[in-house]
């Protein structure tokens, strides 16, 4: 029975291990389109200039049961940040799997303002793979952020991930290795709109778009799209105090829904 789940599962979990669905159900419920917002601590994966806005400390919990509807294919991630000043730290741990295939991710960033207005930042990541009987192998990417407000109602974002082009194992696979552009579009103060193009080196286009809409304060509706492949995502947050409960879900063409879950401290 071992060895047919390693025939059925492991492929499926390598699939999914590099396929880019994002963590944190704010960023998720917005279809990932988060480069130009990057406003939490999750900055520190998808933008790491952002941490520079974060001037609280602040630590998420975020957990996919089964991804897919596969209870072997679950994540669980903790990302938090900190002020140190003249910018902020911020740090993610994640592992995604089951014994068979197993990935651990550490990673650590830094934000900071260079201008009025505009940030920079970087992070290092280093992620181990580990498969039953094979081993495990690790090595370390670097990313590098920028994050803009020219104008008060528009923020631009740019982030270049895995600069050191690195490979991992003895077959020397590629870890994905990305540009993303976006920019974020805020009229009023509870309502934004994101659009986001990523291009991974391996695969086309990518072209997403998001919104969230912000109610009472304490309650926030998101939904977005995204090609290649067609997704769709919606998730809402409730605050209460210095709790925020978040939740998420997105489509996937061939494979279904997925759930997934948030708990943030503030």
């Known amino acids: 029975m071992k060895a047919l789940a ?71 991630s903790c990302s938090g940040s900190f002020r140190v000043h003249p910018g902020t730290v911020g740090a993610l741990v994640e592992q995604f799997g089951f014994d068979l295939y197993r990935t651990t991710e550490v990673a650590v960033g830094y ?75 805020s009229p009023i103060c509870s309502f934004r709109i994101t659009a986001e193009m990523e291009k991974d080196v391996r695969f086309p286009l990518v072209i997403k778009t998001g919104v969230e809409e912000t109610f009472f304060d304490f309650l926030s509706l998101r939904c977005g799209i995204a090609n290649n492949p067609d997704k769709f995502c919606a998730g809402l947050a409730i605050r209460y105090s210095e709790f925020e409960f978040g939740y998420a879900g997105y489509s996937h063409p061939d494979l279904g829904w997925t759930h997934q879950i948030e708990l943030t401290i503030r």
């Open 6 to 76: 390693s025939i059925l599962l492991v492929p499926l979990a390598t699939l999914v291990a590099h396929e880019n669905n994002g963590r944190g159900t704010k960023p998720i419920a917005m279809a990932n389109a988060f480069v130009a917002l990057a406003d939490n601590a999750w900055s520190v994966s998808y933008n790491p200039a952002g941490l520079a806005q974060i001037v609280s400390p602040e630590v998420s919990t975020f957990y996919i049961p089964q991804q897919f509807g596969v209870p072997e294919l679950k994540t669980i």
């Open 111 to 185: 934000g900071c303002s260079i201008d009025s207005g505009f940030s920079i930042g970087a992070a290092l990541d280093l992620e181990t793979i580990s498969i039953d009987r094979y081993g495990a192998a690790h090595d370390l990417t670097l990313d590098l952020g920028l994050l803009g407000h020219p104008w008060n109602t528009i923020s631009i974002g740019f982030c270049a991930k895995n600069l050191t082009a690195s490979k991992i194992g003895p077959q020397q696979e590629r870890l994905p290795q990305s540009l993303l552009f976006g920019v974020c579009y």
